[in-house]
């Protein structure tokens, strides 16, 4: 492409690419507090077509919005033992409020188990009231050391959902059907990002689960993104907020709970899964604007021409956006769109017209093609479908690519510099995970034998694998 | 209706009618944390299909959304000498982050035109740049010493827009855009409240702002509530945070800027607008569930029935539920769904089957008809519209019976005590406004004699009228 340059190449620098390409791209900026992000526009019509897709998928599982406090008393994190432990080191605190120190001090939620499992004891008295099957669209903040742009931010945004079953086994069916009917569906079929799929090993767990399931996935320099997490909590949480309910048989019970969260760290996931040196590549399924009409010179026609086609395109349900801006070059709106990512730009410009053709590129691919004016629409379509399949394509043989088979942790700790390792997990055993941890090697996730799915939750056997490699 | 006694009445107690219908149609609980409120599922929805309501208007109006951090530099805030007097006792202050205490300490933002502006003085480099237009959908807290759900709470949450131009009209204009475009159109056409619009007397203004416009609606207690406002900042916020722009003409100036909010209390105003001592109405349009079809008996097809016209009626793409709870009781069940005020019940039993029947029940009237399965899908739509024009000609005639003109301060101040008083502008002069607020009376808005709106802003004068009223 001609905008080589624009950007630091990936192959030189890949965290140099990654933040030029967020700067110039302008998707987020650096907040005044430490670790903090701003998210601009572009950045955030990414997120809200996140949103609008998990949240969907959400509802379709019978979930329900609400919203909880922001602020926690301390109190509450304290109630169950390990939660409190791992949260601890990252909480911000208000000792503060309406001109006077507080009696006792609050947390900013760094998660709400807590609170909203507060309110579950109050709201669930008997069966009739489960499966209760709730969801917050909300920030949370966890004090940042090392932040990164939507990978590690001191304030994030996400979902957390919360639901409470009568069973165990209700609560990790659950919890396995929101890893794979809302998570990986949607990373699949619209973020068109591979994920391996499994559950964490104890030291990776989220504080008071028993289990945590995870989406990794393979960034384009060969590190691993956790995408998002659906926990079982057991009856942990239950027990420490007495949330239980009058059985059917007349017994008074533990409610089993879930907990699972995505958050806007998949902005970055998208931005190094698909990105390359000119910039972004969004699927279109996912994209902001699919399209972008760049009207090439206001001169014979061309300008109605565009504005026609813009409307056509959108009145069949697209995202479209005119680009007019006839007073810049065509070279630096082409470097942005494509910066941009925006799947596929139709040229209009005067001397196409007079063939009646205009040309469209494909942001992925970088392809040209010269199309007759009467069939766009129906080539709009294909374009639009084939540069999903592609991008998703592309990903999955990139980490079929980077992901070798090995047979102990020497193997597994080297092939983990260019990708993922798969390893019996109980090379883990005996301080193993331990020794991968210290080469800054991770266990992304351990796999069963079916689905990649662990069998059981009884830790590390003789049928379980796991993935390891270096971690965002 | 048979339901009398469920509530609290209105005429008995309108403070425990409202904290009543709150409980009991689950809109709301309070939090731990004082004047914090967790928003149930059902009240939820309701924010919900009010967020998709303004925020299709705003995008209509050219603004884009983004996010910009809670926390918030304690020095950002000092920056603009009025606007730090207004909020410093209402802040919550975070002085302890990742288990250390914060070299500075960091506010949790009460709004955000500190932080937004700082980063508009970076993004705003020439006309070109001009106007930017941006909106964020977030939380913010406001130490609230007389909490009450929904209407002053001390988190909340809102939409809060920002924006620069370049000159001091261009400004004003999109204030008063955003004031009947966006704002006043949503509370008339979609919630069905008529409002009053005008600018705010001095005293009532927004911290920094040169004009502040509201819109302000009657509470069926006759109770004035300030439903949102929208800010002209003139160039105080500019010159603070030195933001200026390149002109055409090649000199260096300060951007004009406006501001603009409506929050969770909108909630609290739908409640109060159109409840009833049977429980909320819903004007249709906003209702999250427009229509339940209620099932009587499952008896002789009666379930099927019901089901096929939940799917008909979903294809239509209005929200309709199925209540099949036929375990609990008829009357149990109405009574429900009259306290959540969905804008219409369909009965569907054995008994009117056998005739071809269903029943009709609107909420907003009780009147209950019968009519032939095959004409249901007409009659629906008939139905919603009426309910929906039903409400607002109610409001409508209400705010007028309950509004009265009147010649003095004493007369103002007593007819305040069932509605609003309308007063020459001029009374409030040398104490007035101050002896009005001594008697729990206050200005709401000032109008002027075009459209309610006040022509100029230098202050009081005699062609102006003032909107007094005890408020929320």
Known sequence: MANTGVLTSQAQDFPGWYQDVLAKAELADNGPVRGTMVIRPYGYAIWERMQAELDSRIKAAGVANAYFPLLIPE???????VHVEG???ELAVVTHGGGKQLEEPVVVRPTSETIIH???AKWIQSYRDLPMLLNQWCNVVRWEMRPRLF????EFLWQEGHTAHATESDARQFALHVLHE????FMLNVLAIPVLTGSKTESERFPGAITTWTCEAMMRDGKALQMCTSHELGQNFARAFDITYLSRSGTVEH?????WGAATRLVGALVMAHG???????P???????????LVRDKDGAGETARNLVAELRDKGLRVELDARTDTSFGRRVVDWELKGVPLRIEVGPRDLKARTVVLCRRDTTTKTSVPLGEVSARVDESLAAAQGALLEEATEFLRRRTVEVDGLADAERAAHDGFAVVRASVLEDGGEAKLNEAGVSVRCLQGPEEGLAPSNDGVNNELVAVVGRAY
């Open 255 to 259: 409610v089993w709970q879930t907990s």
């Open 151 to 154: 990978l590690r931010t001191t």
């Open 182 to 185: 809302i998570y990986e569906d």
């Open 87 to 89: 949260f601890s080191p």
């Open 284 to 294: 279109p399924k996912l994209a902001p604007v699919q399209i972008v009409v760049l």
């Open 118 to 120: 507060s309110f579950f």
């Open 75 to 81: 109190s509450y994190l304290q109630r169950e033992a």
């Open 276 to 282: 390359d040196d000119a910039g972004l590549r969004l």
